[in-house]
C-alpha cells in the first residue's frame, strides 16, 4: 500500500461526491510488493474514489482525453505517464481540461 | 515614469507590438480593456457574436446599451478601447474564425490571445500559431474558466515550450466537455483569468519577465486556492510542432475541427451561454 | 440559470447584499465593474480625486472623456456600472474617507473592499471594520499592488481572522513604503488583484466557498508565481479587535492615522501617481 | 550551519541586489550547536545577504514594521517569532508589505 494525496479539479470532482480532496489515501494495487505504478493507481481511483460515471475518467487503460494527470506539481509525462512509479506522501491530481471563456 | 521593470526598450517594444484578442466574452473582456489600457500598439479583436444582456455579468467590457443593439462583441469592445486609450489602433474582425483568419491572424501579431469557448477554436488557434516548420512560432496566452474554476498557460512561446496539441494531443469527448451554458461560470473569476492572460501577453509584447511558457496556473476559485504546475516540453511527436508535423498552416484550411473537437460556436438559436446566471 | 456553486439562495442573498468600494484606481476599478456585474444590491463607491489621464493605463473604469472632464473617479465608475448594470442601485461618496464616513461604512455594509493606495487608510478602514467590543465585525477585503508584485486577503472575516492591525501592529516608516509614484505598477497585474477582490466579495455577499480570511495570496506577476501563506489568528493584544481595545469605532473620530502611518492622499499639487507611465 | 532557502519579496529584493531567491544559502549564528532561531538568522541575513540600507529590513532586533516573515508558507509569528527555530530545508520568506493601490 501507498499513502498518496489525491486532487480532483475543473468539475472532475463531480465523478467523486464532490471530494476535491482526498488525503491520506491508502492505494494498493501494485501487485507482488513492486512499486505502484499511474497505471495501477488509475484503476484503484476508478474502483475506490470515483462514484459514477467512470468513462469520464477512464478511457481505456488510461485517463480519458482532456483529463491532466499532476504528480506533485509536474505533468506524469515528465515522469514517465502510465509506467510513473508512486511513493508514500506523493500529491496526484487529476484535472480537467477547461475551455469555457 | 516608466516602469522600472519594464523599462524604455520594453515599454517602445509594447507600443509597437501587435497583439490578437479571440473572443470577447467573459475572458475577452478584461484582456482587450487592459491591453488597450496598457498602451500595446495594435489590437485586432474578434468575435462573431452580439452581445447579449445575459452574458454581462461577466462581460464587462460591454454595455446594456450594446446589448439592446445587438451589437457584434468585437465592434462594443473595440468602442470601450477606443474611449480609454485613442492611441491605440483596433482592428475588429466581426465574425467566427476560421482556418484562413487564424493562419493571418498568427502570422500578423506578435502575440495572440485565445480567449474562446469552445475546444474546437482552442486547436484551430494553437494550430495556427505553432504550426509549420518554416513558420516561426506564435506565442499564445490561453485561459479558460468554468464554474469556479480557471486554467491558464502559455503556448509555443519557447523553443522547448508545449503547443496546446503537444499537451492534449486528443481531444476530449463531448459529454466530458463542460462549458458556460452547462455549469455558468463566476465573472469575477473570469476576470482575474482575464487580467493575467492580458498580464502575460503585456510581458511578452515588452520581452520582459518569464512568462507561463510550459507552466500551467489552476485557480479554484471557491476555495481560492491557486496552484501551478510544470508541464511536458513540446514533443516530438505533436502533428502540430513535433519533428515531422502533419498539421501546417496551409492544412489547417483543410482540417474538420468541428468533427475532431466538436461544434465551435453556436449556429443560430438561443446564445450558448445564455443559461450562465453568475 | 443559476451557477451551481451559488445556488438559489446564495443569489439573493447576493442581490440583497450591501458593499463598500474605498478607492477607485487601479484595483477598485475591477471591483466596482465585476460587484455591479454580479448583481450585488447595492454598491456604494468612494473617492476624493478626479480621473486623470497619466491613470487610464490601470484604471479601466474611466474613460478619456471622464479625465478631460476631471470628473470625480467614484461618480465616474458609477456611471459605468450603471451602463453595464442599471439593476444595481450606485451610491457615491465624492470625497476622500474620513473616519466618520469610515465608521458609516463599516456599520452599513455587508463587506467592505480596500482599493486605497495608503497605509493611513488601510490602518483607518480596518480599524473601523474590526474595532468595538459591541459591534459585529465587518469582513474588509483588502489588496495592493505595486511594480509587478500584488499582494490581497480578507480581515476580521471570522471570529479569529485578524484584522490588519493585528498582521501589522507597527505601521511601517515612510521611507519603506514604495507606492505607485516611486515604482509604478503593471495595469494588468493590478487588475488581477482587484477581480480576485470582487472575487472573495461575491463569495462573502453570496455566502459560499471558503474566504482568504487568514491566509494572504502573494503574486509576483513578473514570474508569474503565486504563493499563499497562512496568516496568525486574529491576536487577544490587538489594539482594534484584541480582549480590551484602545481602539473603537468611536475613538478612531480622534485618532491620528496620518501621524501614525504617513499621508493618506496628495493635497493639491501634482497628483500622487501621476508619475505611473504603465 | 543549517541549510534554508531564502525568498525577498514585495520590493525587499532591493536590499539584496535583485535577488529573488537564495538557495541553499548555508546559514550559521546558531552559536554553541544550539538550534538556528529566526533571531540569528535576521542578524545572518542581514551580514550575509542585504547588501544596502539594512534599515529597510531590519529595526532593532527585529524584521522592520511592514515586513513580514514567512517559515514554509505559515506566518511566522505561528512559529514562535523571533524564537522559531529552523531546521535544514526551511523556505523563510520576508515580503515587505504594499499599500498601492
Ligand atoms: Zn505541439
Ligand atoms: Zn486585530
Redesign the interface.
Known amino acids: 500500500m501507498v499513502s498518496l494525496s489525491l486532487r480532483f479539479g475543473g468539475g472532475l470532482e463531480a465523478l467523486t461526491g464532490g471530494a476535491k480532496v482526498v488525503d491520506d489515501a491508502e492505494c494498493g494495487g501494485g501487485g507482488g510488493g513492486g512499486p505502484l505504478t499511474a497505471r495501477a493507481l488509475l484503476a484503484w481511483v476508478r474502483d475506490n474514489v470515483i462514484t459514477e460515471r467512470p468513462e469520464l475518467f477512464l478511457a481505456g487503460d488510461t485517463v480519458r482525453p482532456g483529463v491532466l494527470v499532476l504528480i506533485n506539481d509536474c505533468d506524469w509525462e515528465l515522469e514517465g505517464g502510465l509506467d510513473a512509479e508512486l511513493a508514500d506522501g506523493d500529491v496526484v491530481s487529476f484535472i480537467s481540461t477547461l475551455h469555457g471563456g | 515614469?516608466?516602469?522600472?521593470?519594464?523599462g524604455a526598450a520594453g515599454?517602445a517594444r509594447?507600443c509597437a507590438a501587435r497583439a490578437a484578442v479571440v473572443?470577447l466574452?467573459?475572458?475577452?473582456s478584461?484582456v482587450a480593456?487592459?491591453l488597450a489600457?496598457?498602451?500595446v500598439g495594435h489590437l485586432t479583436l474578434v468575435d462573431g457574436d452580439a452581445v447579449d444582456a445575459s452574458n454581462?455579468?461577466?462581460?464587462?467590457i460591454?454595455?446594456?446599451?450594446a446589448a439592446r443593439a445587438r451589437t457584434n462583441k468585437a465592434a462594443s469592445a473595440a468602442a470601450s478601447c477606443r474611449?480609454?486609450?485613442?492611441t491605440v489602433e483596433v482592428t475588429t474582425i466581426e465574425s467566427y474564425l476560421d482556418a484562413a483568419s487564424a493562419a493571418a491572424l498568427a502570422d500578423a501579431h506578435d502575440v495572440v490571445v485565445?480567449?474562446?469557448?469552445?475546444?474546437a477554436t482552442?486547436y484551430l488557434l494553437s494550430d495556427a500559431c505553432a504550426a509549420g516548420l518554416d513558420h516561426e512560432r506564435t506565442p499564445l496566452v490561453s485561459?479558460?474558466?468554468?464554474?469556479?474554476?480557471?486554467?491558464l498557460s502559455v503556448y509555443s512561446a519557447s523553443a522547448d515550450s508545449p503547443c496546446y496539441r503537444c499537451?492534449?494531443?486528443?481531444?476530449?469527448?463531448r459529454?466530458?466537455?463542460?462549458?458556460?451554458s452547462d455549469?455558468?461560470?463566476?465573472?469575477?473569476?473570469?476576470?482575474?483569468m482575464?487580467?493575467?492572460q492580458?498580464?502575460?501577453?503585456?510581458?511578452l509584447c515588452a520581452g520582459?519577465?518569464?512568462?507561463?511558457a510550459g507552466?500551467?496556473?489552476?485557480l479554484?476559485?471557491?476555495?481560492?486556492?491557486?496552484?501551478?504546475?510544470?508541464?511536458?516540453?513540446r514533443s516530438e511527436d505533436c502533428a502540430a510542432c513535433g519533428s515531422s508535423p502533419s498539421i501546417t498552416r496551409a492544412s489547417i484550411q483543410a482540417y474538420d475541427y468541428e468533427g475532431f473537437a466538436g461544434p465551435a460556436h453556436d449556429r443560430g438559436g438561443a446564445p450558448v451561454?445564455a443559461?450562465?446566471?453568475?
Chains 1, 4 share one sequence.
Open positions: 515614469m516608466v516602469l522600472p521593470a519594464v515599454q509594447l473572443g466574452g467573459g475572458l475577452g478584461p480593456l487592459y489600457a496598457a498602451g454581462l455579468h461577466r462581460q464587462v460591454h454595455t446594456e446599451q474611449a480609454l486609450n485613442s485565445d480567449c474562446s469557448d469552445n475546444a482552442r485561459a479558460a474558466a468554468v464554474g469556479t474554476d480557471g486554467q499537451v492534449h494531443p486528443r481531444a476530449p469527448a459529454a466530458a466537455c463542460q462549458s458556460c455549469a455558468g461560470v463566476l465573472g469575477p473569476l473570469v476576470g482575474a482575464g487580467a493575467l492580458a498580464l502575460e501577453a503585456v510581458k520582459i519577465g518569464r512568462s507561463l507552466r500551467l496556473v489552476l479554484d476559485g471557491l476555495d481560492l486556492s491557486i496552484m501551478t504546475v510544470k508541464l511536458r516540453k451561454d443559461a450562465c446566471a453568475l
